[in-house]
């Protein structure tokens, strides 16, 4: 299992959704390390929390970001905003595959909550729109 966390520790600033991929570190052979950015630089005409949307952004390009590496399990921090971490990570691990066979259909990582993170409740919420939504692009 890989785990989807926030910080860095020594390979300088990371922008709000670049990623860094650490190997092998404790029990995690990869952790991915998402920048948040500012929540601030939204405006407020927009109407949108940035900080909701900064964790949509980040939980996004770590699971891209570990699913391009191959990684077949994800768990993802909640970064305080559980729903919104689901809604990104669960966007982001979507491929359409309806028309290719079962061969040559891409194999997609399984993408869950840290078992340490808060908001399993919120974290379910989030999983359902998002699987609404990629529902609704086919």
Known sequence: ??????????????????????????????????????????????????AKENVRIAAAAGVRALSANKIAEIAVEDMEHPQQAAEGATLANYKFQAFKSKEKQTPLPAVS????????????????IAEAQNFARV
């Open 1 to 50: 299992m890989v785990a989807l966390g926030v910080g860095v520790v020594h390979c300088g600033p990371v922008k709000a959704g670049q990623t860094r991929i650490f190997w092998e570190l404790g029990k995690f052979p990869a952790v991915a390390v998402a920048g948040l950015g500012d929540a601030s630089k939204w405006d407020e005409l927009d109407e949108i929390d940035g």
């Open 113 to 128: 909550l840290a078992e340490d993170a808060s908001g399993k409740a919120d974290w379910d919420r989030g999983v359902i």
